[in-house]
């Protein structure tokens, strides 16, 4: 079975981190991209990270230089580091394989003092 299980969300105060996972079943994570996507209250689903097969990354200008995208192999896992928080980061937040229609389910990440 295909499927896409992310963790680590929760509620943090702006200027703190918190590191997401995205366990992959069913499939080698390093044969296909994987991305995470963001949709926060009233706004389109935007794309955050991008991990390709090759390893290139590529990031949305407004998380470059607070957000790390990666992926272990060996554990078929993908992680998002997010550090330096804001209050805009706030969003439910996807793993995705690109190129297919399987979406983690969704994990809350709330940034508030």
């Known amino acids: 079975q295909v499927q896409l299980v992310e963790s680590g969300g929760g509620l943090v105060q702006p200027g703190g981190s918190l590191r997401l996972s995205c366990v992959v079943s069913g499939f080698v994570i390093g044969a296909y991209s994987i991305a995470w996507h963001r949709q926060g209250p009233g706004k389109e689903r935007e794309l955050v990270a991008l991990v390709t097969p090759a390893g290139r990354i590529i990031y949305a200008d407004s998380v470059k230089g607070r957000f790390t995208a990666s992926r272990d192999n060996a554990k078929n896992t993908m992680y998002l580091q997010m550090n330096s928080l804001k209050p805009e980061d706030t969003a439910a937040y996807y793993c995705?394989?690109?190129?297919?229609?399987?979406w983690g389910q969704g994990i809350q990440v709330t940034v508030s003092s």
């Open positions: 995705h394989a690109s190129g297919t229609d399987v």
